[in-house]
C-alpha cells in the first residue's frame, strides 16, 4: 500500500507545455505538500495546504497552480513550462498535529526541452 | 532566512564503523528537527523527528541530537550495514507554529561498504 503516491513518475515535455502532476494520499492526513528538488538536490518548499485551503506559497511563480479537490488530493498543474522547470517534484503530507513527520512521494521527474 | 548545512558531504566507510553525520543551521527559532534518508530515485524516508524541547530521539541504531542554541544536530549511527547506505537530509522546521515548511540541507551521501 502507497502511502503518498504520485503519478506519472516521469514526465518530458517541451518549452511552453502545460502538464499537471497528481498526487494522493490514503494516510488520512490532513495537510498535503509541494517540494521541489532541483539539480543541485536541493530541496524546497512550494506550497503546503491544510483541508483544502492554502496556507503556504513560497513566491513560486503563477504559471504553477495546485489544486485540492478534497484533502486526500494535492494536484500540481504547470502553464507554459520552462527549461527552468526541470526538476524532482516531491508531494508530501502530515496529518496536523503537533510534530508529525512528513510522508514523502517518490518524486516526479520532470524534463523540459 | 534559515541556511542548513550539512558536513561531510559525502562519506564512505567500511560495514560496522559507527559514524556521526553533522548538521548546523543558523536560526534556532525552530518547531522541531527531521532527519530523513533518501534512496537513488526515491522520496524520503522520515527518520527521526526531535521536537524543539527534546535533546534526542533513537530509533534502533539511529540516535539523533540536537542543540537549538547552538544550531546542530547530529545522527549517530552505530554499527553501520550497506543498507544504510543512502543520502541523509537534516531538515528543521522553520517558525514557532507547525507550518510543516521543511528547510532542508543538501545532505550527506553515504556509502557503506560490505
Known amino acids: 500500500d502507497t502511502a503518498v503516491s504520485q503519478t506519472p513518475k516521469y514526465l518530458v515535455t517541451q518549452m511552453g507545455n502545460d502538464k499537471s502532476i497528481k498526487c494522493e494520499q490514503n494516510l488520512g492526513h490532513d495537510t498535503m505538500y509541494w517540494y521541489k528538488q532541483d539539480s543541485k538536490k536541493f530541496l524546497k518548499i512550494m506550497f503546503s495546504y491544510n483541508n483544502k485551503e492554502l496556507i503556504i506559497n513560497e513566491t513560486v511563480p503563477n504559471r504553477f497552480s495546485p489544486k485540492s479537490p478534497d484533502k486526500a488530493h494535492l494536484n500540481l498543474h504547470i502553464n507554459s513550462l520552462e527549461l527552468g522547470d526541470s526538476a524532482v517534484y516531491f508531494c508530501?503530507?502530515?496529518?496536523?498535529?503537533?510534530?508529525?513527520?512528513?510522508?514523502f512521494g517518490n518524486g516526479t521527474r520532470l524534463t523540459v526541452t | 532566512k534559515q541556511e542548513v548545512t550539512q558536513i561531510p558531504a559525502a562519506l564512505s566507510v567500511p560495514e560496522g564503523e559507527n559514524l556521526v553525520l553533522n548538521c548546523s543551521f543558523t536560526d534556532s527559532a525552530i518547531y522541531n528537527l527531521q532527519w530523513f534518508r533518501q534512496d537513488p530515485g526515491k522520496g524520503l524516508t522520515s527518520l527521526l523527528l526531535i521536537q524543539s524541547s527534546q535533546r534526542e530521539q533513537t530509533s534502533g541504531r539511529l540516535n539523533a541530537s540536537l542543540d537549538k542554541s547552538s544550531g546542530r544536530s547530529t545522527l549517530y549511527i552505530a554499527a553501520s550495514q550497506p543498507g544504510d547506505s543512502a543520502t541523509y537530509l537534516c531538515a528543521p522546521q522553520a517558525g514557532s507554529s507547525n507550518t510543516g515548511k521543511l528547510i532542508f540541507g543538501q545532505g550527506t551521501t553515504l556509502q557503506v561498504k560490505p
Open positions: 508530501a503530507s502530515s496529518q496536523n498535529t503537533d510534530n508529525s513527520p512528513l510522508h
